[in-house]
């Protein structure tokens, strides 16, 4: 007999996420990860740090949905008038196209804003066929690029599944890199320490001697232990930390205020306080067995306080949740020394123009390789645990 029809589906295109039901998305993201939730999502796009008024990020997330209307797929996604907030640099291709003539301007993002979290991006509800609905999520999702005139589409910090998937429709890989800590099974950090060599061991000793010395105590608030006034001051943190380096904060005060509400439980907020007042703050989420460093500020200098609120008081609250993985962000070959081991990244990505696709493609397959052969060579040489045999 003759296989039944596939039962049809249909891509949706919503301009809010608020337009998906919360239920309905979450069903398809799961609980492993924070950033793809609706709660997180919706809070940029409530506060005002996402939108189509001055930010340069139009959401127009993508849905599959049976002939019921019940959401069995779905992605984040953003036509972009810019670069900013991606953390996988493209701004070389662009200039490149418009040199030659060419609108890299508007395209098409699959991504969770200002970011660089790895995690799902061709989001499947479980007990679906998840390969041939990230098919056809990825199809809609070029689809969208050709009617609306997008240039391009970019998912970026997706799971290796998602990327292989990418790779044998034919996007264009490309391959980064991020610093992870990864829990080996420790019951303290004395024995994280132990896994060290000696000198990275005496030198973390040092670091949190220093900052614990410098007079600022940190705390760990979650739950129902955010107060107001405790957002109130990571965003100054936030902004100060913005001007220093020439950004621009999209990040709005109503955005901490609805995290903390929407995902309270998930926030792991170490805030500094001396003499009464609070003076820096580290901003965590906690996923199903990770924890994501964030943002970091502070309005007082106090040596190796950002290793202290960063890096260790991380490694610090995984060990005694039993978490298996700290990744502490973008950048920053400095923390290889303080036990967070280079990690691959990934992201894929489709070019209209067959002239800067060709281009892109031959740089990729160059730099995937080199960026492979960087990962590899700064584990076997940096590393600071012990090498078999050492004591």
């Not at 070029?142 to 997706?158: G, M, N, V, W």
């Not at 105590?217 to 232990?225: E, F, I, P, Q, V």
């Not at 002239?355 to 060579?377: N, T, W």
């Amino acid at each position: 007999m003759p296989d039944e029809a596939a039962p049809p589906l249909t891509a949706r295109i919503a301009a809010r996420i608020a337009d998906i039901p919360a239920a309905e998305w979450d069903a398809c993201a799961g609980a492993d990860n924070p950033f793809v939730s609706h709660a997180f999502l919706s809070a940029l796009e409530d506060s005002g740090s996402v939108g189509p008024e001055k930010t340069g990020w139009l959401p127009q997330h993508v849905a599959i949905q049976d002939a019921g209307g019940r959401v069995l797929a779905c992605a984040p996604a953003y036509i972009k008038l810019h670069s900013y907030g991606e953390y996988v640099f493209d701004h070389g291709w662009a200039d490149a196209f418009e040199r030659a003539g060419g609108r890299y301007y508007p395209k098409l993002q699959v991504c969770v804003p200002f970011t660089p979290a790895p995690g799902p991006r061709l989001l499947v509800r479980a007990g679906e066929d998840a390969l041939a609905l990230r098919q056809a999520l990825t199809v809609a999702l070029i689809q969208l690029c050709e009617q609306a005139e997008l240039s391009s589409l970019h998912i970026t910090f997706p799971t290796r599944a998602e990327y292989d998937l990418a790779g044998e429709l034919g996007l264009i890989q490309r391959i980064g890199q991020q610093f992870h800590w990864h829990n080996d099974g420790y019951g303290s950090f004395e024995d994280f320490l132990a896994a060290l060599n000696s000198r990275k061991r005496k030198q973390i000793r040092k670091e949190r001697r220093e900052a614990q010395a410098g007079g600022v105590s940190l705390r760990a608030y979650s739950g129902g232990d955010l107060r107001p006034e405790h957002w109130q001051a990571f965003y100054r943190f936030y902004e100060n930390t913005i001007d220093r380096k020439w950004g621009w904060p999209y990040l709005t005060p109503a955005f901490f205020e609805l995290l903390g509400e929407r995902l309270g439980d998930k926030v792991v907020l170490f805030l500094g306080e001396e003499a009464g007042r609070y003076v820096c703050g580290a901003l965590n989420l906690a996923g199903s067995d990770t924890l994501y460093g964030r943002n970091w500020g502070c309005e007082e200098h106090v040596k190796f306080l950002h290793f202290e609120a960063c890096y260790y008081r991380a490694i610090d609250w995984a060990i005694e949740h039993g978490f298996k993985t700290v990744e502490a962000g973008a950048q920053g070959q400095h923390k290889i020394q303080r036990g967070y081991l280079p990690t691959a990244t990934y992201s894929a990505h489709w070019i209209a123009h067959p002239g800067l696709r060709e281009a892109v493609d031959k740089a990729m397959r160059r730099e995937r390789p080199a960026m492979q052969a960087e990962i590899a060579a700064l584990t076997a040489e940096f590393s600071p645990y012990k090498q078999e045999g050492e004591a």
